[in-house]
């Protein structure tokens, strides 16, 4: 299958305080999951998209409640992050039937998963702004980590496996196939929602919508019977 487009050149420069805040938070992320994972890519891939996945909850639930207070229109928010919460489930869903996590990793997703949930809740309600930042701050680390996996399925240290039927059927895979096209598709995935991310937080400080939003892989309309 062709591969995606990806512009892996594409980070958000820090233009003030709340930027940098949320790029440190970032980099302290992207320090203790090397130290954790090293090079093993699927039960990264677990445990991250655990924490990947309550972003989107999170900013469409708080958004939601904002509406109703306000009683204005969301312009499209809600349903674009929680099709983002989704998303990143799905990609969890997949790599579980790739990579089995361990004891020891499922007890370091309930206590991370709680822990982040509670802190970014509670960002989200002091600094929308900052929060939709670090989100366009990891999904770039998210880029960057799946690119990593496919030079290792490239380079044959990876062996890239059949593609799971969850991801044949969620992404419209061909029947053919493999591990490194999922890493593919799951990677573009990453880039569009780290443009949305990043576009939400310049909007949120004051610059207008996002311009030149990383293409959207095709879905499942109906995901059900991969999930």
Excluded at 47 to 54: F, Q, S
Excluded at 93 to 98: E, G, Q
Excluded at 131 to 160: K, M, Q
């Amino acid at each position: 299958m062709a591969a995606p487009f990806v512009d892996l050149t594409v980070h958000h420069r820090p233009a003030d305080l709340s930027d940098r805040v949320a790029l440190g938070f970032t980099k302290l992320m992207r320090f203790c999951a090397d130290a954790f994972f090293a090079k093993r890519y699927g039960h990264r891939a677990i445990v991250l998209e655990t924490v990947a996945a309550v972003p989107g909850m999170v900013g469409a639930t708080l958004t939601h409640l904002k509406c109703l207070r306000r009683m204005c229109d969301d312009e499209g928010w809600i349903r674009t992050l929680m099709e983002e919460a989704e998303n990143e489930r799905m990609h969890l869903m997949t790599f579980i039937a790739i990579a089995r996590p361990t004891l020891f990793e499922r007890l370091v997703i309930l206590g991370v998963q709680w822990v982040f949930y509670l802190a970014f809740f509670g960002l989200y309600l002091v600094s929308a702004r900052t929060a939709h930042r670090v989100v366009g701050y990891f999904e770039e680390e998210a880029v960057i980590s799946y690119t990593l996996y496919l030079r290792e399925l490239d380079e044959g240290r990876s062996p890239n496996v059949p593609a799971p039927a969850i991801a044949k059927h969620y992404w419209k895979l061909p029947e053919d196939a493999t591990l490194r096209d999922v890493v593919l598709v799951v990677r573009a995935d990453e880039a569009h929602h780290r443009d949305v991310n990043h576009g939400f937080a310049g909007e949120l400080a004051g610059h207008g919508r996002a311009q030149g939003i990383a293409p959207y892989p095709e879905h499942a309309d109906d995901i059900r019977m991969a999930a």
